[in-house]
């Protein structure tokens, strides 16, 4: 059974940085590809980071361009994400999702994290 | 950015009827669309892909159609079940956008 749980969420002020993680278990990990989506609270979905399987490529949306950076662990199975310079607009619930090794779409996913950034 | 309309934003039916989720791209996306379920406490989970074609474990009562920019998600024979927050996703171009969702209440 394909599993992704995210950890490192939590009350941060503006300004500072946090790091998220997300151990995947189930499936094969360093062959998939993976990705981080949020949602604010009472919002809609959107997409943050993208990370090809082998960790080469990374993708982000303009909105965290240089603020954000994916990464992973394939020997721990685990994908993670830097933030910094985070803001109040940052506050959401951040999951975790595996993409397919097709197209970007999002298979399976976590179930979240909530990040509350806040003085 | 590709921009996603989805309509209704909410929706109430009953138990054993059919709803309409409609999903309206700023432009032509192909087909590279994605549907997905939101439940509270629950994982999302993917229900359709390239637009019509039923990820592994979703039941027939589910279908999507389109391409191009108008897609419609399908649900025939509502189960209790089904009453869920829905999303479409593009997938034509980065960066990746979603719907604002449509939430599916019992009537």
């Known amino acids: 059974e394909v599993q992704l749980v995210e950890s490192g969420g939590g009350l941060v002020q503006p300004g500072r940085s946090l790091k998220l993680s997300c151990a995947a278990s189930?499936?094969?990990?360093?062959?998939?590809?993976m990705a981080w989506v949020r949602q604010a609270p009472k919002k809609g979905l959107e997409w943050v980071a993208s990370?090809?399987?082998?960790?080469?490529?990374?993708y982000y949306p303009d909105s965290v361009k240089g603020r954000f950076t994916i990464s992973r662990d394939n020997a721990k199975s685990t994908l993670y994400l830097q933030m910094d310079s985070l803001r109040s607009e940052d506050t959401a619930s951040y999951y975790c999702?595996?993409?397919?090794?097709?197209?970007?779409?999002?298979?399976?996913w976590g179930q979240g994290v909530m990040v509350t950034v806040s003085s | 950015d590709v921009q996603m309309t989805q309509s209704p934003s909410y929706l109430a039916a009953s138990p054993g009827e059919s709803v309409f989720i409609s999903c309206k791209a700023s432009k032509s996306i192909s087909n590279y669309l994605a549907w997905y379920q939101q439940k509270p406490g629950e994982a999302n989970k993917l229900l359709i892909y390239?637009?019509?074609t039923l990820q592994s474990g979703t039941p027939s009562r589910f279908s999507g159609s389109g391409s191009g920019t108008d897609f419609t998600l399908t649900i025939r024979n509502l189960e209790p079940e089904d009453f869920a927050v829905y999303y479409c996703q593009q997938y034509y171009e980065k960066p990746l956008t979603f719907g604002s969702g449509t939430k599916l209440e019992i009537k």
């Open positions: 999702a595996r993409r397919t090794g097709r197209a970007y779409y999002f298979d399976y």
């Open positions: 189930g499936f094969t990990f360093s062959s998939f590809p």
């Open positions: 990370i090809s399987s082998g960790g080469g490529g990374t």
């Open positions: 390239s637009g019509s």
